[in-house]
Nanobody, 125 residues
């Protein structure tokens, strides 16, 4: 049974940093794509960042470009999200996800098959 376990959430003041980690277990191969999505109260879920191994494509939501960095350790099936210069609008439940990659033109887009339970990130002003 595949499990994704997140860690590293918490509360921080605006301008601070947090590092999220997500470790996958129960899966013998490397996931094609791993990443992070978030859902803020009253808002739709959005993909924050992801990385796919097909061409090492990384994706960042426009609101986090230049502030967040996604990385992964394929051997450990682990994905990280380094979040710097945090803003109150980054407050949300952050979910780790893993799955397949589908080619779309010159890049790959993820199809999420597995989800973590979520970790709360709260940024105060």
């Amino acid at each position: 049974q595949v499990q994704l376990v997140e860690s590293g959430g918490g509360s921080v003041q605006a301008g601070g940093s947090l590092r999220l980690s997500c470790a996958a277990s129960g899966y013998t191969a490397s996931f094609a794509c791993m990443g992070w999505l978030r859902r803020a109260p009253g808002k739709a879920r959005e993909r924050v960042a992801s990385i796919c191994t097909g061409d090492a494509t990384t994706y960042y939501h426009d609101t986090v470009k230049g502030r967040f960095t996604v990385s992964r350790d394929n051997a450990q099936n682990t994905v990280y999200l380094q979040m710097d210069s945090l803003k109150p609008e980054d407050t949300a439940m952050y979910y780790c996800a893993a799955g397949r990659a589908v080619r779309s033109g010159t890049t790959f887009i993820p199809i999420w098959d597995y989800w973590g339970q979520g970790t709360q990130v709260t940024v105060s002003s």
